[in-house]
Protein backbone atom coordinates (compact mmCIF):
# COMPACT_ATOMS: atom_id res chain seq x y z
CA UNK A 1 0.00 0.00 0.00
CA UNK A 2 2.74 2.62 0.82
CA UNK A 3 4.54 1.30 -2.59
CA UNK A 4 1.40 2.60 -4.43
CA UNK A 5 0.81 5.87 -2.41
CA UNK A 6 4.84 6.56 -3.42
CA UNK A 7 4.10 5.63 -7.42
CA UNK A 8 1.39 7.70 -7.56
CA UNK A 9 2.89 11.15 -5.52
CA UNK A 10 5.70 10.32 -8.41
CA UNK A 11 3.48 10.53 -10.86
CA UNK A 12 1.60 13.47 -9.82
CA UNK A 13 4.91 15.19 -9.03
CA UNK A 14 5.76 13.44 -12.70
CA UNK A 15 2.61 15.57 -14.67
CA UNK A 16 2.69 18.69 -12.16
CA UNK A 17 6.09 19.44 -13.61
CA UNK A 18 5.29 18.10 -17.43
CA UNK A 19 2.68 20.71 -17.29
CA UNK A 20 4.72 23.72 -16.34
CA UNK A 21 6.85 22.52 -18.79
CA UNK A 22 4.81 22.34 -21.43
CA UNK A 23 3.13 26.08 -20.24
CA UNK A 24 6.84 27.38 -20.86
CA UNK A 25 7.51 26.01 -23.73
CA UNK A 26 4.32 26.79 -25.21
CA UNK A 27 5.81 30.92 -24.98
CA UNK A 28 9.32 30.53 -25.89
CA UNK A 29 7.99 31.25 -29.44
CA UNK A 30 6.18 34.29 -28.67
CA UNK A 31 9.20 35.51 -27.05
CA UNK A 32 11.37 34.82 -29.79
CA UNK A 33 9.03 36.33 -32.09
CA UNK A 34 8.93 39.39 -30.17
CA UNK A 35 12.86 39.34 -29.80
CA UNK A 36 13.64 39.17 -32.99
CA UNK A 37 10.81 41.62 -34.67
CA UNK A 38 12.55 44.03 -32.13
CA UNK A 39 15.67 43.63 -33.29
CA UNK A 40 14.59 43.68 -36.95
CA UNK A 41 13.54 47.25 -35.78
CA UNK A 42 16.89 48.03 -34.57
CA UNK A 43 15.73 48.85 -30.99
CA UNK A 44 18.58 47.16 -29.38
CA UNK A 45 17.91 48.61 -25.84
CA UNK A 46 14.72 46.71 -25.81
CA UNK A 47 15.81 43.40 -26.71
CA UNK A 48 18.67 43.72 -24.18
CA UNK A 49 16.08 44.00 -21.71
CA UNK A 50 14.52 41.48 -22.80
CA UNK A 51 17.74 39.32 -22.29
CA UNK A 52 18.43 37.55 -19.10
CA UNK A 53 21.40 39.90 -18.15
CA UNK A 54 21.27 38.95 -14.20
CA UNK A 55 22.45 35.25 -15.32
CA UNK A 56 25.33 33.98 -15.02
CA UNK A 57 26.37 34.44 -19.05
CA UNK A 58 24.82 37.56 -18.71
CA UNK A 59 25.65 39.47 -15.67
CA UNK A 60 29.20 40.46 -16.77
CA UNK A 61 28.47 41.49 -20.23
CA UNK A 62 29.54 44.77 -21.97
CA UNK A 63 26.10 46.49 -23.10
CA UNK A 64 28.01 48.17 -26.17
CA UNK A 65 29.97 45.08 -27.10
CA UNK A 66 26.62 43.58 -27.00
CA UNK A 67 24.38 46.00 -28.99
CA UNK A 68 27.29 45.60 -31.48
CA UNK A 69 26.83 41.45 -31.49
CA UNK A 70 23.01 42.10 -32.27
CA UNK A 71 23.09 44.74 -34.93
CA UNK A 72 25.28 41.96 -36.46
CA UNK A 73 23.31 39.39 -36.04
CA UNK A 74 20.25 41.79 -37.63
CA UNK A 75 22.40 41.72 -40.75
CA UNK A 76 22.89 38.39 -40.73
CA UNK A 77 19.37 37.74 -40.78
CA UNK A 78 18.07 40.18 -43.44
CA UNK A 79 20.60 39.49 -45.65
CA UNK A 80 19.74 35.23 -45.56
CA UNK A 81 15.98 35.75 -44.87
CA UNK A 82 14.68 39.37 -45.54
CA UNK A 83 12.51 40.58 -42.45
CA UNK A 84 9.01 39.30 -42.64
CA UNK A 85 8.24 35.83 -41.14
CA UNK A 86 6.25 33.26 -39.63
CA UNK A 87 7.32 31.90 -36.25
CA UNK A 88 6.98 27.84 -34.89
CA UNK A 89 8.36 25.84 -31.84
CA UNK A 90 9.80 22.76 -32.96
CA UNK A 91 11.05 21.65 -29.89
CA UNK A 92 12.17 22.64 -26.47
CA UNK A 93 14.22 20.46 -23.75
CA UNK A 94 16.47 20.25 -21.46
CA UNK A 95 20.13 18.22 -22.47
CA UNK A 96 21.82 15.72 -19.67
CA UNK A 97 24.46 14.60 -21.93
CA UNK A 98 27.77 12.39 -20.50
CA UNK A 99 29.65 14.99 -22.28
CA UNK A 100 29.95 18.33 -20.13
CA UNK A 101 29.93 20.37 -22.87
CA UNK A 102 26.52 19.02 -24.40
CA UNK A 103 24.51 19.79 -21.18
CA UNK A 104 22.19 22.72 -20.79
CA UNK A 105 22.99 24.99 -18.33
CA UNK A 106 21.25 24.32 -15.09
CA UNK A 107 17.98 26.41 -14.73
CA UNK A 108 17.95 27.15 -18.43
CA UNK A 109 15.74 25.03 -21.21
CA UNK A 110 17.08 24.72 -24.85
CA UNK A 111 14.09 25.74 -27.62
CA UNK A 112 14.47 25.44 -31.45
CA UNK A 113 12.20 27.94 -33.34
CA UNK A 114 11.56 27.88 -36.96
CA UNK A 115 10.93 30.99 -38.93
CA UNK A 116 10.07 31.09 -42.60
CA UNK A 117 9.71 33.88 -45.45
CA UNK A 118 7.56 32.60 -48.38
CA UNK A 119 10.02 30.44 -50.23
CA UNK A 120 12.68 29.49 -47.55
CA UNK A 121 13.05 28.50 -43.53
CA UNK A 122 16.00 28.95 -40.94
CA UNK A 123 16.18 28.00 -37.53
CA UNK A 124 16.87 29.91 -34.33
CA UNK A 125 18.44 28.07 -31.00
CA UNK A 126 17.64 29.88 -27.87
CA UNK A 127 18.26 29.44 -24.61
CA UNK A 128 15.80 30.99 -21.96
CA UNK A 129 16.17 31.19 -18.19
CA UNK A 130 13.99 29.30 -16.04
CA UNK A 131 13.61 31.86 -13.44
CA UNK A 132 12.95 34.78 -15.18
CA UNK A 133 11.85 32.80 -18.88
CA UNK A 134 14.22 35.73 -20.68
CA UNK A 135 16.72 34.68 -23.72
CA UNK A 136 20.15 33.97 -22.24
CA UNK A 137 21.77 33.57 -25.88
CA UNK A 138 20.47 33.46 -29.48
CA UNK A 139 21.76 32.24 -32.68
CA UNK A 140 20.86 31.32 -36.28
CA UNK A 141 21.72 27.50 -36.89
CA UNK A 142 23.35 26.77 -40.38
CA UNK A 143 19.57 25.65 -41.74
CA UNK A 144 18.53 27.22 -45.06
CA UNK A 145 16.31 25.25 -47.03
CA UNK A 146 13.56 25.58 -49.37
CA UNK A 147 10.01 25.35 -47.60
CA UNK A 148 8.63 21.95 -48.91
CA UNK A 149 5.35 20.39 -50.27
CA UNK A 150 3.78 19.56 -47.10
CA UNK A 151 0.61 18.27 -49.71
CA UNK A 152 3.42 15.20 -50.42
CA UNK A 153 4.24 14.48 -46.67
CA UNK A 154 0.61 14.27 -45.56
CA UNK A 155 -0.08 12.03 -48.48
CA UNK A 156 2.29 9.70 -47.43
CA UNK A 157 0.93 9.53 -44.04
CA UNK A 158 -2.09 7.24 -45.49
CA UNK A 159 1.20 4.04 -45.89
CA UNK A 160 1.20 4.39 -41.78
CA UNK A 161 -2.35 4.83 -41.37
CA UNK A 162 -2.76 1.24 -43.72
CA UNK A 163 -0.33 -0.15 -41.36
CA UNK A 164 -1.68 1.05 -38.06
CA UNK A 165 -5.56 -0.47 -39.44
CA UNK A 166 -4.08 -3.32 -40.84
CA UNK A 167 -1.98 -4.37 -37.35
CA UNK A 168 -5.51 -3.07 -35.47
CA UNK A 169 -7.15 -5.75 -37.63
CA UNK A 170 -4.61 -8.61 -37.06
CA UNK A 171 -4.94 -8.00 -32.85
CA UNK A 172 -8.76 -8.22 -33.20
CA UNK A 173 -8.74 -11.44 -35.13
CA UNK A 174 -5.86 -12.84 -32.49
CA UNK A 175 -8.67 -11.96 -29.96
CA UNK A 176 -11.55 -13.77 -31.86
CA UNK A 177 -9.28 -16.86 -32.56
CA UNK A 178 -8.90 -19.74 -30.27
CA UNK A 179 -5.00 -19.44 -29.97
CA UNK A 180 -3.12 -20.21 -26.97
CA UNK A 181 -0.95 -17.02 -25.19
CA UNK A 182 -2.91 -14.56 -27.14
CA UNK A 183 -0.80 -11.93 -25.14
CA UNK A 184 2.61 -13.33 -26.27
CA UNK A 185 0.79 -12.42 -30.28
CA UNK A 186 -0.38 -9.23 -29.33
CA UNK A 187 3.46 -7.94 -28.57
CA UNK A 188 4.51 -10.04 -31.50
CA UNK A 189 2.28 -7.54 -33.78
CA UNK A 190 3.20 -4.68 -31.80
CA UNK A 191 6.78 -4.95 -31.84
CA UNK A 192 7.79 -7.11 -35.20
CA UNK A 193 7.55 -4.01 -37.47
CA UNK A 194 10.78 -3.57 -39.42
CA UNK A 195 12.74 -2.70 -41.44
CA UNK A 196 11.20 0.79 -41.22
CA UNK A 197 10.39 3.38 -44.12
CA UNK A 198 10.32 6.76 -42.70
CA UNK A 199 9.16 10.08 -45.37
CA UNK A 200 10.62 13.95 -43.62
CA UNK A 201 9.32 16.53 -45.07
CA UNK A 202 12.63 18.27 -45.66
CA UNK A 203 14.70 14.90 -46.73
CA UNK A 204 12.17 12.76 -48.27
CA UNK A 205 12.51 9.03 -48.22
CA UNK A 206 15.11 6.94 -46.09
CA UNK A 207 15.27 3.20 -45.01
CA UNK A 208 16.42 1.53 -42.08
CA UNK A 209 16.70 -2.33 -41.88
CA UNK A 210 16.35 -2.85 -38.07
CA UNK A 211 14.40 0.09 -36.90
CA UNK A 212 11.31 -0.99 -35.41
CA UNK A 213 8.29 0.70 -34.52
CA UNK A 214 6.61 -0.89 -31.83
CA UNK A 215 3.67 1.88 -31.44
CA UNK A 216 1.47 -0.20 -33.83
CA UNK A 217 4.13 -0.33 -36.48
CA UNK A 218 4.00 3.79 -36.92
CA UNK A 219 5.79 6.83 -35.37
CA UNK A 220 4.80 10.68 -36.25
CA UNK A 221 6.89 13.44 -35.88
CA UNK A 222 5.34 17.38 -36.01
CA UNK A 223 7.56 19.83 -35.10
CA UNK A 224 8.49 22.74 -37.88
CA UNK A 225 9.15 21.25 -41.52
CA UNK A 226 12.70 20.48 -40.63
CA UNK A 227 11.04 18.04 -37.78
CA UNK A 228 8.14 16.50 -39.48
CA UNK A 229 8.43 13.13 -40.19
CA UNK A 230 6.43 9.77 -40.75
CA UNK A 231 7.73 6.52 -40.37
CA UNK A 232 5.98 2.91 -40.31
CA UNK A 233 7.35 -0.48 -40.30
CA UNK A 234 6.73 -3.34 -42.36
CA UNK A 235 4.45 -5.28 -40.36
CA UNK A 236 6.21 -8.98 -40.19
CA UNK A 237 4.27 -9.94 -36.90
CA UNK A 238 0.93 -8.89 -38.01
CA UNK A 239 1.39 -10.96 -41.19
CA UNK A 240 2.51 -13.74 -39.87
CA UNK A 241 0.03 -14.10 -37.48
CA UNK A 242 -2.91 -13.32 -40.22
CA UNK A 243 -1.29 -16.50 -41.50
CA UNK A 244 -1.07 -18.34 -38.94
CA UNK A 245 -4.77 -17.88 -37.76
CA UNK A 246 -5.97 -19.08 -41.37
CA UNK A 247 -3.64 -22.04 -41.00
CA UNK A 248 -5.49 -22.68 -37.53
CA UNK A 249 -8.93 -21.71 -38.96
CA UNK A 250 -8.57 -23.99 -41.91
CA UNK A 251 -7.22 -26.59 -39.68
CA UNK A 252 -10.21 -26.60 -37.47
CA UNK A 253 -12.26 -26.62 -40.47
CA UNK A 254 -11.04 -29.99 -41.69
CA UNK A 255 -10.77 -31.37 -38.69
CA UNK A 256 -14.51 -30.54 -37.92
CA UNK A 257 -15.19 -32.06 -41.28
CA UNK A 258 -13.54 -35.21 -40.68
CA UNK A 259 -15.33 -35.52 -37.57
CA UNK A 260 -18.65 -34.73 -39.03
CA UNK A 261 -17.56 -37.35 -41.51
CA UNK A 262 -16.47 -39.67 -38.55
CA UNK A 263 -20.22 -39.05 -37.34
CA UNK A 264 -22.03 -39.72 -40.47
CA UNK A 265 -20.36 -43.21 -41.08
CA UNK A 266 -20.76 -44.00 -37.51
CA UNK A 267 -24.29 -43.65 -37.94
CA UNK A 268 -24.65 -45.19 -41.34
CA UNK A 269 -22.86 -47.75 -39.64
CA UNK A 270 -25.61 -48.16 -37.09
CA UNK A 271 -28.08 -48.13 -39.12
CA UNK A 272 -27.22 -50.77 -41.77
CA UNK A 273 -26.59 -52.98 -38.63
CA UNK A 274 -30.09 -52.46 -37.61
CA UNK A 275 -31.32 -53.02 -40.95
CA UNK A 276 -29.25 -56.38 -41.50
CA UNK A 277 -30.68 -57.37 -38.18
Not at 81 to 93: D, H, I, R, V
Not at 124 to 141: A, G, H, P, R, Y
Not at 152 to 163: D, E, M
Not at 183 to 194: E, Q, R, S
Request: net charge neutral; proline share 3%.
Amino acid sequence: MNIFRVLILILAFSLVTSCEFIQDSLTFKDKTEDFVETLLKKDYDKCISQMAMESEKGKNTNLDTLRLGLNQFRVLIERNFGNNFEYSLMKAEKKISSVPSENTPPDATLALIEFSNEKEFGVFEVLFDDNSKKIITIQMLEVKEEKPNMMLFWFFGLLPLIVLLFNIYVIRKIRKSSLRKKGWKYLAVLFFNVPAISYAAVGGLSFKLLNFQILFGISFSFMGYLGSVWTFGIPLGGIYWLWKIKQHNDNEVVEKHSIDRKETEDESAVTNSSIEQ
